[in-house]
């Protein structure tokens, strides 16, 4: 699966956050945003090969981290799962989102679906975000937003995921997860709906679907900055007060049309990833 200030999720952080390959379309600027000539066909097709490779590698190491989570759910309070939403399920509901943190990502969910809703947002910011390629900063997202009975083994085993050299370096960065001299690593998730499928006093089915940013922005990448879209599903438990979750997965999509838009240069790319912050979710 698969970071600004410094632990606000969904900004650039001293790298910046997670995953993704693109399937829209770009047309390039004259000069090549990430340095000199544009590339030829054949070059760029093997560099987003191998990156596509890489981050489905990844997505299989952080599915193995996850496997073993707690029974999801099967049927909503109602005893339906998966009902087609109205016209209005997109729409604000007025409730204020949560005003507390715990290391910088939102906490202290209304116990009912909405705040399920929103728990499963904002932790999917925090999961996608490239501090996740960051050892202490991935402890501390790890500690908070997954159940306390299963957050050690969790821990554990996506150390091992976001550890792997050969992973770390087909992206660029070094061992320790971090971008070269004069790039900055982006892995951005923004969320742009979540629907819950099932729900009960103690657990939640949340779907969120998001667009994602995600690679090396600066004039030597040869991974340009590319989104992608994906659907997480959340298995979301309430402990100690709050949502939590127990498990997760992933699948593509669904993906819109791209436009036939020009690329950013790789200095606006980098600025715009440091200067736009992210958001607090709320449903």
């Known amino acids: 699966m698969?970071?600004?200030?410094?632990?606000?999720?969904?900004?650039?952080?001293?790298?910046?956050?997670?995953?993704?390959?693109?399937?829209?379309?770009?047309?390039?600027?004259?000069n090549d945003p990430y340095g000199g000539a544009r590339r030829g066909g054949r070059s760029s097709s093997r560099s987003l090969v191998t990156v596509v490779g890489v981050v489905v590698l990844l997505i299989a190491a952080i599915a193995f981290a996850n496997r073993g989570g707690d029974d999801s759910p099967s049927t909503s309070a109602s005893g339906t799962t998966g009902d087609k939403p109205d016209a209005t399920s997109t729409a604000a509901t007025g409730t204020k989102p949560v005003d507390t943190k715990t290391g910088g990502i939102p906490?202290?969910?209304?116990?009912?679906?909405?705040g399920a809703q929103s728990a499963a947002a904002n932790y999917a910011v925090a999961l996608g975000s490239a501090d996740m390629f960051l050892t202490d900063l991935r402890h501390q997202i790890v500690e908070t937003v997954y159940a306390p009975a299963i957050a050690v083994s969790k821990q554990a085993a996506l150390d091992t995921a976001y550890s792997n050299e050969t992973f770390l370096g087909n992206i660029g960065l070094d061992k320790n997860g971090t971008a070269p001299d004069g790039q900055a690593f982006v892995s951005r998730v923004?969320?742009?709906?979540?629907?819950?499928?099932?729900?009960?006093?103690?657990?939640?089915?949340?779907?969120?679907w998001y667009?994602?940013?995600?690679?090396?922005?600066?004039?030597?990448?040869?991974?340009?900055?590319?989104?992608?879209?994906?659907?997480?599903?959340?298995?979301?438990?309430?402990?100690?007060?709050?949502?939590?979750?127990?498990?997760f997965q992933q699948k593509d999509g669904p993906v819109p049309v791209g436009r036939d838009q020009q690329a950013s240069t790789a200095d606006d790319m980098t600025k715009a990833v440091e200067e736009f912050g992210g958001f607090t979710y709320a449903r």
């Not at 906490?107 to 909405?114: I, L, R, S, W």
């Not at 940013?213 to 659907?231: M, Q």
């Open 107 to 114: 906490t202290g969910y209304a116990h009912d679906a909405q």
């Open 211 to 247: 667009t994602s940013l995600f690679g090396l922005s600066g004039e030597a990448s040869t991974n340009p900055v590319s989104e992608s879209w994906f659907t997480t599903t959340y298995q979301l438990q309430w402990t100690s007060n709050d949502w939590k979750v127990t498990d």
């Open 190 to 208: 923004v969320p742009v709906g979540t629907k819950v499928t099932a729900s009960s006093a103690s657990n939640a089915t949340v779907e969120v």
């Open 2 to 30: 698969t970071p600004g200030d410094e632990h606000d999720y969904g900004e650039s952080a001293r790298s910046d956050e997670g995953h993704g390959y693109g399937r829209t379309r770009l047309r390039l600027p004259e």
